[in-house]
C-alpha cells in the first residue's frame, strides 16, 4: 500500500482502496459538505466533486472546513484549495454555481455516489434525489444535530424523503421534518432522545426565521458516518438505508 | 453571540461560550491530537496548549490534521499554523518537544482539561494521567478503533488505566489492553463489537511491530466526542468516566 494510506493497513485491503481511489463522489453543497470530503478525501476517496454558489462567512467558521482568509471567497475555491493541499494529485472539481432544477443531471452524472448537503430551503433538494435514483446513485443525507449526527442514505428504488411528509400532511418537506421523524422513530423502538425534541422546540419557538443552529462536534460526526458510509457502499458492504438512518451521539 | 459562533444558538449558551473561550485544555502529542484540537477550536474552546516533539510524515495524512507542505515540519508549528488560521485570536501555545517523567508537570500546571494522545511506547502517558491527577485536572483518552472512536476519561478522584492490567497480569498497560478490555465490557453488557476483536487479532498476528492502524472515521469521530466531554466538563455536565468509556461507531 502506498506510504499515504500505509496506517489504513488491517481496515482497508489494497483492492479497497483502490477502489475507492477511483470511486466518484459528488458533494451538494459544501457546507458541511466541506467537512465531509476532507474525511473522505483523507481515508482515499480522490476523485470529489463539489457544487456549491455560496461565499465564506465568518458564521461558518464554528463548524465548516474554512479558514478567516477564506470569508468573502467561493466556497468551492477554498475547499479545494484544502483538498488539494492534503493531496496534490487528488482529482477535484468544484463548480461555484447552485444546483438548479435545469443543471442538476448534468453534474450528477458520472458520479456513483452522492452526497445531499443542500439547503432545504427550495425544492431542489428533493429533486437532486430524484435525479440521483433516476441516475442509479445512493444518496447520503448529512443532518447537524449539534450534539450527535444523523445520516440516512436514499436508494435508487428505496423510498424518497418526502414519504415522511404524508404522515402529518399539508407543509413541504424541510429538515425539521426528518429530524422529527427520525426523534419519533427512536421513541417508537424504546431508545428516546428528547434532547433532541428540545432543540427542535426552542429553534421552533425563536422569534425570527434563521437558519438551524449547529455544532462542530456535528459536522466532524457527519464527516465521519458519510466517509464510512462511503467506504462501505464502494466496497458493497452492509448499510443502513431510509427509512432507517444512523445516529451517532455520546447523549443517553 | 459574537458572528463566529452565531450558528452555536440554542445549543451553546452565551456564558457557556464564554466559559469554553476561558478553558484552558492541554493537548499531549499532536497525532490524533491534531484533528480534536480543530473541532474544540471552532467550538469556542480559544485557549489550548499543545505538546509533541515529532514532524509531520506522509503516512500523517491518511487521518492527521496536516498538508503535503506540513512534511518533515514540526507537527506542533503546522498545527499552530492551521488553528491561527481559523482564528487569529485564539491562544495556541505550542512545544515541539517529547514530554517526559520530569517536564510533563511543568506543562500541564494552569490547564483545566488534558487530553492524553501521546503513544504508549513508553511510561510517560501513564504518569501523566498521574500527574494531571495530583494537578486535579481530568484527562481524556481518545483511541482511533479506525470504524469507530473509543474516549474515556480519567477523572482526579478516579480509577488510572493500569488498574485494568491486574486482570490480566504481568505485561506493561498499552493501548491494546484498554481496546480488549473494551471490547470484554461490551460482550459482558450484551452489546459485543467483533469487529474491534477481529482487528485485534490481526494486528498481533503482524509479523513487523508496527504502530496500530489508524483511519480518518476514527479521527474524525474522536475530535467530536473529545469537544462533547470537555465541553461538559467546563459546564458542569454529566459525563462518564473511566472505567465506563464512550463507543462511536456505525457498526452493530
Same mark, same amino acid.
Given at each position: 500500500?502506498?506510504?499515504?494510506?500505509?496506517?489504513?493497513?488491517?481496515?482497508?485491503?489494497?483492492?479497497?482502496?483502490?477502489?475507492?481511489?477511483?470511486?466518484?463522489?459528488?458533494?451538494?453543497?459544501?457546507?458541511?459538505?466541506?467537512?465531509?470530503?476532507?474525511?473522505?478525501?483523507?481515508?482515499?476517496?480522490?476523485?470529489?466533486?463539489?457544487?456549491?454558489?455560496?461565499?465564506?462567512?465568518?458564521?461558518?467558521?464554528?463548524?465548516?472546513?474554512?479558514?478567516?482568509?477564506?470569508?468573502?471567497?467561493?466556497?468551492?475555491?477554498? =475547499? /479545494?484549495?484544502?483538498?488539494? &493541499? +492534503? !493531496? $496534490?494529485?487528488?482529482?477535484?472539481?468544484?463548480?461555484?454555481?447552485?444546483?438548479?432544477?435545469?443543471?442538476?443531471?448534468?453534474? =450528477? /452524472?458520472?458520479?456513483?455516489? &452522492? +452526497? !445531499? $448537503?443542500?439547503?432545504?430551503?427550495?425544492?431542489?433538494?428533493?429533486?437532486f434525489d430524484k435525479l440521483c435514483q433516476e441516475n442509479n446513485i445512493p444518496v447520503l443525507h448529512p443532518y447537524n444535530l449539534g450534539w450527535g449526527g444523523l445520516v440516512t442514505v436514499i436508494t435508487p428504488k428505496g423510498l424518497l424523503l418526502d414519504s415522511i411528509k404524508k404522515t402529518d400532511g399539508g407543509e413541504d418537506f424541510n429538515e425539521v421534518n426528518m429530524v422529527e421523524y427520525a426523534s419519533n422513530y427512536l421513541k417508537f423502538w424504546g431508545t428516546p432522545h428528547l434532547w433532541i425534541d428540545e432543540i427542535i422546540q426552542k429553534y421552533k419557538e425563536e422569534k425570527e426565521q434563521l437558519p438551524p443552529p449547529q455544532l462542530s462536534i456535528a459536522s466532524w460526526t457527519v464527516a465521519a458516518m458519510c466517509t464510512h458510509i462511503a467506504f462501505n457502499i464502494a466496497t458493497e458492504k452492509e448499510y443502513k438505508k431510509f427509512p432507517e438512518f444512523y445516529l451517532s451521539t455520546i447523549l443517553n
Open positions: 500500500m502506498e506510504d499515504r494510506y500505509s496506517r489504513n493497513r488491517i481496515y482497508v485491503t489494497q483492492e479497497e482502496q483502490k477502489i475507492i481511489k477511483e470511486y466518484p463522489i459528488i458533494l451538494g453543497g459544501s457546507g458541511i459538505g466541506s467537512a465531509i470530503a476532507e474525511c473522505a478525501l483523507r481515508l482515499g476517496f480522490e476523485n470529489i466533486t463539489i457544487i456549491d454558489g455560496d461565499q465564506v462567512e465568518k458564521s461558518n467558521l464554528n463548524r465548516q472546513n474554512y479558514t478567516e482568509n477564506d470569508i468573502g471567497v467561493d466556497k468551492t475555491e477554498a =475547499i /479545494k484549495k484544502r483538498l488539494l &493541499a +492534503i !493531496n $496534490a494529485n487528488a482529482n477535484i472539481k468544484v463548480h461555484s454555481t447552485f444546483l438548479t432544477v435545469e443543471n442538476a443531471e448534468s453534474y =450528477i /452524472k458520472g458520479h456513483k455516489i &452522492a +452526497i !445531499n $448537503a443542500l439547503d432545504f430551503t427550495t425544492e431542489v433538494p428533493l429533486i
